[in-house]
């Protein structure tokens, strides 16, 4: 089934706040194998002059999710979920996510595309602190396969 | 520990790492990202839906490229830009072996405010699994 092409420029609402605790930081950095001492330790965050201690880069990734999704499983948009894999990724940091900021995200469709019979979609959310400070910007390409239809 | 743009180059390359990635890791991320989708730890789901194997999850890959460049600046923080295309699944087999994800990186472009292009290549059994991996480094 073809995407809704008219929710091209759609924003969704804002997420809930996602406070960012030490605990998840140093979880997520050992997930990844991230052993450098301002993922855990506040003391090494703060001799790089951070408030405290700091989210690998793709942790944006985990905040942003919540924001990209409402995008993705729009009922008016029609992407067969079950189909999708992950195409693309970008990341466009003002500043790392660090222990303490609570983040909001919001989502907008930035294109829908079909190419070979997929059905790809690009959504971007913005992170920001409940205050309003921009922190990092995320696009995600998603491609729901054999899922467009034969254009005419 | 920083590096200073004043000792760099194009064609600085970046120390390679491999990464190695099992079901092991496979479950550990998925806890910790939230990330629950079971091609990335049941072989019988991921074989269904066409999947060769349990396949590791395209952030995580991603993430371990990421370590390539704030493992060499030494700040976590200094990555801001990144970008990736995923081109091919890494599987990942219930041995305890696993795959291996081997990343390098050079510097393709010097930029203002100390700022430096980076391109890295990210390989599973020498076969791609990234695609224009990019990322804008600021350096001291």
């Given amino acids: 089934m073809a995407l809704n092409a008219a929710l091209v420029g759609r924003s969704y609402p804002r997420t809930a706040p996602y406070l960012v605790g030490r605990e998840k930081v140093r979880e997520f950095a050992t997930a990844v194998g991230d052993t450098n001492p301002a993922c855990f330790d506040v003391a090494a965050a703060q001799a790089l002059g951070y408030p405290d201690i700091v ?92 899922t467009a239809e034969e254009s005419a | 520990m920083t590096v200073s743009y004043a000792d760099v180059a194009v064609g600085t390359a970046l120390p390679a790492q491999t990464f190695p990635v099992t079901r092991f890791h496979l479950v550990r991320y998925a806890g910790a990202s939230g990330d629950f989708n079971p091609i990335h730890w049941n072989e019988k789901f991921a074989t269904s839906v066409g999947l060769p194997d349990v396949i590791a999850h395209g952030m995580f890959t991603m993430a371990e490229a990421a370590r390539v460049v704030t493992d060499w600046v030494g700040d976590p923080g200094a990555l801001k830009e990144f970008s990736v295309r995923f081109t091919r699944p890494v599987p990942v087999p219930n041995d305890d072996q696993g795959s291996q994800i081997a990343v390098s990186g050079e510097i393709t472009e010097l930029l203002d405010d100390r700022r430096v292009k980076v391109t890295l290549t990210a390989t599973h059994a020498d076969q791609k699994v990234l695609g224009n991996a990019v990322a804008i480094v600021q350096l001291a």
Wanted: charged content about 20%; hydrophobic content about 45%; aromatic content about 8%.
């Fill in chain 1, 55 to 146: 989210a690998p880069p793709t942790f944006a990734f985990v905040v942003a999710y919540a924001g990209s999704s409402k995008a993705a499983l729009d009922p008016e948009l029609g992407l067969d979920y079950t189909r999708v894999v992950h195409g693309e990724q970008r990341f466009v940091f003002e500043r790392p996510i660090v222990a303490g900021d609570s983040l909001v995200a919001k989502a907008t469709i930035e294109a829908i595309r079909a190419v070979a019979g997929n059905d790809i979609l690009t959504t971007r959310v913005d992170l920001d602190t409940e205050g309003g400070e921009h922190v990092a910007t995320t696009y995600t390409v998603i491609v729901a396969r054999g």
